[in-house]
């Protein structure tokens, strides 16, 4: 329990409105979207409408070492949010503004609440776009996604959140707030402070302004979808597109079980027998995007893909895509708990770790569908369980260390897109060795010494 | 076992949540609040929290509760297939049985039950109205503002209460010359005591299409808003009363003007009588010929397109959300609408979000219900148009009062009573060329 004095100098600072003290509200701020995970009730719940309430909070919260976890919309799958010490949560929320689209310098400036698609339809306005697009676009914060560093399905081509944050004003953990980087394209001014805090999941300070890159956006695009009968020849067909010099704004890949759940659930008229299916997708300029397609059915084809289908406007392209997007709903209503992990290897690894995957699966007796991000080595093996069967989440649990195991043997690395949490953290001195996770320590410990800030993640106190 | 009865006939639609968050992104009373309990996936937490044991039910559970519109959005972007309006519907009914009904809502739902008083009180009503209501000046209908804030603000805008109830302005049963069919209408409550205008546009299109029209007399409140909030035995009595007052009529169908009303005749009453086998068996029994007018018109009648006059109206249409995922009608309003000669049907942004009114939801919740609203006003009001249709009269309230707070001039009406004035503008015209 808080001592009174703190919740006292909370509402004072914040207004009674802005502070959430009710159990009944305490209580849905206890988890986010990772599964079969404890979940920890929070003290208090904060909503701050300004850099300067989110920098009182801190001082209050450094006077009577109350920890703070911030949070946005609560989407990610590492654990990244939940309160396990208790405390202060911070609610983001009601900083959800976008302040400027700058279409000279190609930037827009957010506040951290402001929802990633918001951002998306306010840049698309002036014929802009902002490519990170994680599965929670419509969903999930900027600072969240800023935090974790989220990915999505462009990766291969536009790459990741951090390639598009040019500059971040921070409340650091003794309540200081500072600005680092700016709209310019270079900067090499002191350490690189943006981009440390950019998937440092809240843990180093605490983002209140986003200035981010925006590009262009592409003004045509080309779907392309190959069936495959052999895994590696699916990986050979990933690698000979990129050989060739097209490098595909998505190239996703969907494994046998994952094919067979979907055609179950929407009937999209895959072939129940194939093991592998590439769905890819280039876009650009028209008269590219038409070539580039012509030159990847040819590619696909000579790799042996046993069906190739190119959607010719709007409506195919949805069709394709249909398998796609039902993939995790299809795989969520087959069992009542999905564990999505999101171990990356380098592409060329991809067929190696899907047979992988599916030996693990034999070796547990468990159901272990996965699809992902091919064209960048980001594949989700999504493990469908029942997190009421103790003795099946043994197994589940012995079967994620093997495919972390995996993932680092093939030269890959634990999460690509998801973030440590709490969820990863007893794997990373397995990546990193002893000298490694002290190195981030004390990093940790340099700016926020006291542990104020998501403590319990990514690492914890000596 | 119904949602109804425990809370435990749940369990497993709660295990089906993975808490990814996606009803974040549609549900209209988060956008307001952004507060984790008013999205489904925070009261989902709530009752799971319940069931393991870890919190009781307590009175501050039971207004968290209350913070949802039952909109179905949520049902509708879940990747789980997560029926969350089953979900809500048993929380709300475990938090009445455990920590009881609220006082306002237990006084309203009682009078619900008692036809006679609650006529009569609605007849006091329409006499007295002025008391407590102001009038608006407006050009379409008659509406009223509260002269003094009895708690739920001063900003909503009310309809008159009809001096005359529609059930009492006809007869049990309105024939027809050579009737193709024998239909009942069940009118709901706000169609009998307040928007009337809906209920005689039905019966003109009915017989228009030369249907005899049966009014059962003895026919009650749907009990929608008992069993939403909880009031289970209020919701069972009115369901076995309608049923009993249209068996005893007869007819080759049933039609509604009001979601609430729909919803209620085609899932609710079997729901609520699950366990009683006679009745239950009626309850099916109806189901199965029940339909909204709009669905009746395109799909069972169809009906004439000969005899439609010019309409000249700029239209966009709001989709009641108990109409459109409620029961999955969305086309047949809008079809309606295309048939008639001078509408223009211009769509707004988001037809189908929440107008936040959500029966006593919006007596309850005054200020987010408002927020809500102020959205689709302005949604309505980009659009240029000088007429909104929608299917429930509920949400006309809310709409009425919206367009009237927001102070644009828009004409609020039922789909159908724009297809009624066509019948009469096509008579009128060929009366001319005669």
């Given at each position: 329990m808080l001592a009174r004095e703190v919740l006292e100098e909370l509402v004072r600072v914040l207004g009674r409105e802005n502070v959430l003290t009710e159990q009944e509200d305490l209580l849905t701020y206890a988890y986010d979207a990772t599964a079969a995970m404890k979940h920890h009730k929070p003290d208090v719940v904060v909503a701050p409408l300004s850099t300067e309430q989110v920098a009182d909070v801190v001082k209050i919260a450094l006077r009577y070492h109350v920890p703070i976890y911030t949070r946005g919309s609560?989407?990610?799958?590492?654990?990244?949010?939940?309160?396990?010490?208790?405390g202060i949560v911070l609610s983001m929320l009601n900083l959800n503004k976008i302040l400027e689209v700058d279409q000279d310098n190609l930037t827009a400036t957010v506040q951290p609440g402001v929802i990633i698609q918001a951002l998306n339809d306010e840049a698309a306005k002036h014929g802009l776009l902002y490519p990170p697009d994680p599965g929670t676009v419509t969903t999930a914060t900027m600072g969240g996604s800023v935090s974790e560093c989220s990915g999505g399905l462009r990766g291969l081509k536009y790459g990741v959140t951090k390639h598009y944050i040019m500059g971040l004003q921070l409340v650091l953990a003794n309540g200081e707030v500072i600005r680092w980087g700016g709209k310019?394209?270079?900067?090499?001014?002191?350490?690189?402070l943006v981009a440390l805090f950019t998937g440092a999941e809240g843990t180093l300070g605490i983002i209140t302004e986003i200035i981010v890159k925006l590009i262009p956006a592409p003004e045509a695009r080309k779907s392309i979808l190959a069936v495959f009968d052999d895994v590696d020849k699916a990986g050979r067909a990933i690698a000979a597109i990129i050989r060739n010099k097209v490098i595909p704004a998505t190239l996703e890949i969907l494994d046998n079980v994952t094919i067979q759940t979907v055609e179950n659930f929407v009937h999209a008229g895959l072939p129940m027998d194939a093991e592998a299916v590439l769905l890819c997708e280039v876009d650009g300029y028209k008269e590219v995007v038409v070539r580039e397609a012509v030159l990847v059915e040819r590619i696909l084809k000579e790799e042996g893909a046993v069906q190739v289908k190119i959607a010719k406007d709007d409506k195919e392209r949805d069709l394709l895509w249909l398998a796609r997007r039902s993939a995790l709903p299809a795989l969520a209503q087959k069992r009542p708990t999905t564990v999505l992990e999101d171990a990356t290897v380098p592409r060329s690894k991809i067929p190696d770790m899907l047979k992988a995957i599916r030996s693990i699966a034999t070796k547990h007796n468990l159901q272990i569908a996965t699809f992902g991000h091919a064209g960048d080595g980001n594949l989700h093996p999504t493990i469908l369980t029942d997190e009421r069967d103790l003795e099946e989440m043994k197994r589940v649990h012995l079967a994620v260390d093997e495919i972390f195991e995996t993932a680092l043997a093939l030269g890959?690395?634990?999460?690509?897109?998801?973030?440590?949490?709490?969820?990863k953290m007893k794997y990373l001195d397995r990546e990193f060795g002893e000298a490694g996770v002290a190195a981030l320590r004390r990093i940790k410990e340099s700016l926020d010494p006291n542990y104020l800030l998501n403590p319990g993640k990514i690492v914890r106190r000596d | 076992m119904s949602v109804y009865d425990s809370l435990d006939s749940i369990t497993e639609e709660l295990h089906k949540?993975?808490?990814?968050?996606?009803?974040m992104a549609v549900c209209p009373i988060y956008k307001e609040t952004r507060q984790e309990v008013g999205v489904a996936r925070g009261k989902i937490s709530l009752a799971e929290y319940i069931l393991s044991g870890e919190i009781e039910m307590t009175k501050g559970m039971g207004n968290r509760f209350s913070l949802c519109t039952t909109c179905m959005a949520c049902n509708t972007n879940c990747p789980c297939g997560v029926r969350f309006d089953k979900i809500i519907l048993a929380a709300r009914a475990e938090s009445v049985r455990k920590k009881g009904l609220q006082p306002v809502k237990k006084i309203a739902f009682t009078a619900l039950k008692m036809q006679r008083v609650f006529d009569f009180g609605m007849k006091a009503g329409s006499i007295f109205q002025g008391v407590a209501l102001k009038n608006i000046p407006n050009r379409h209908s008659k509406l009223a503002r509260m002269r003094v804030d009895v708690g739920i603000g001063k900003e909503k805008v009310f309809p008159m209460l009809s001096k005359k109830t529609l059930r009492s302005e006809f007869p049990q049963v309105i024939t027809v010359k050579n009737p193709k069919m024998r239909v009942g209408f069940f009118t709901g409550c706000m169609i009998n005591y307040f928007y009337t205008d809906i209920g005689r546009a039905v019966i003109e299109v009915l017989t228009e299409n030369d249907i005899e029209v049966v009014i059962p007399k003895f026919q009650a409140c749907c009990g929608i808003p008992a069993s939403v909030n909880g009031d289970v035995a209020s919701a069972r009595t009115l369901a076995k009363r309608n049923l009993r007052a249209f068996e005893r009529m007869g007819a080759d169908a049933l039609v509604v003007a009001c979601s609430s009303g729909g919803t209620a005749w085609k899932h609710v009453f079997g729901e609520l009588l699950e366990n009683d086998h006679e009745l239950k068996a009626l309850a099916d029994k109806w189901a199965k010929k029940s339909y909204d007018i709009s669905e009746f018109l395109i799909?069972?009648?169809?009906?004439?397109?000969?005899?439609l006059g010019r309409v000249a109206r700029k239209v966009t249409y709001h989709e009641p959300c108990h109409l459109n995922r409620g029961q999955g009608i969305s086309k047949e309003p809008r079809e309606i609408l295309k048939s008639i000669p001078g509408v223009e049907l211009i769509e707004m942004k988001e037809?189908?979000?929440?107008?936040?009114?959500?029966g006593s939801f919006s007596l309850v919740h005054p200020d987010l219900s408002g927020q809500i609203s102020d959205r689709k006003t302005a949604d309505i009001q980009t659009t240029n148009t000088d007429t909104v249709a929608t299917g429930c009269p509920a949400c006309r309230l809310q709409l009425q009062s919206g367009v009237e707070n927001a102070g644009f001039d828009e004409e609020v009406l039922h789909t159908v009573q724009i297809l009624a004035e066509s019948y009469r503008v096509g008579k009128g015209e060929l009366k001319r060329s005669k």
């Open positions: 609560g989407t990610n799958l590492s654990g990244g949010t939940i309160p396990i010490e208790g310019t394209v270079k900067n090499v001014t002191g350490y690189d890959g690395t634990l999460s690509g897109e998801h973030g440590i949490g709490i969820a | 949540c993975m808490k990814c968050g996606n009803c799909h069972q009648v169809p009906f004439k397109k000969e005899g037809p189908g979000r929440c107008c936040g009114m959500a």
